[in-house]
């Protein structure tokens, strides 16, 4: 055998390794991106179940409102609301009322301190969320 035929010979493994190492890298590239892209999807998701959580809780607020003012007490306590329409749909919203009165002008007038929370999903799971509003209703003129 001729020397160059056994310096080609010692070569043929370099090839081999090189392609390996290739392919190793560029599947653990795929994978990070796999990674991130799920990530931004999560977070995408979370800030969508935000927003519809606030939605909610302000819906929430509005109930309390009208049942405050319409009836002129926080007496009507409900029970949590369940929401099962369109986006606030699985939705569960607890509201809370405290009345005051405050005199203007020596007249006595009630306001209402509401409060909703709304909450979707079981907590320490990745799709729970919860949020809070607070509001001061009054029918003074």
């Known amino acids: 055998m001729s020397s160059r035929a056994r310096a080609n010979r010692g070569q043929d493994g370099v090839a081999l390794i090189v392609a390996l190492f290739v392919i190793v890298v560029l599947a653990g590239l795929g994978l990070f991106a796999m990674r991130v892209g799920n990530g931004q999807q999560q977070s995408v998701n979370l800030d969508l179940l935000s927003a519809r959580a606030d939605a909610a809780a302000a819906a929430g607020i509005e109930f309390g409102a009208n049942?405050?003012?319409?009836h002129g007490s926080c007496a009507l306590a409900p029970p949590?609301?369940?929401?099962n329409q369109a986006a606030l749909k699985g939705f569960s919203v607890?509201?809370?009322?405290?009345?005051?009165?405050?005199?203007?002008n020596g007249v006595p007038y009630p306001v209402y301190a509401i409060?909703?929370?709304a909450t979707r999903g079981v907590y320490?799971?990745?799709?729970?969320?919860s949020r809070?509003?607070?509001r001061t209703v009054n029918n003074i003129p």
């Open 67 to 70: 049942q405050a003012l319409r």
């Open 80 to 83: 949590p609301l369940s929401l």
């Open 94 to 104: 607890q509201v809370s009322c405290t009345a005051n009165t405050y005199r203007v």
């Open 115 to 117: 409060t909703a929370t």
């Open 124 to 129: 320490g799971k990745p799709e729970y969320v």
């Open 132 to 134: 809070q509003l607070s």
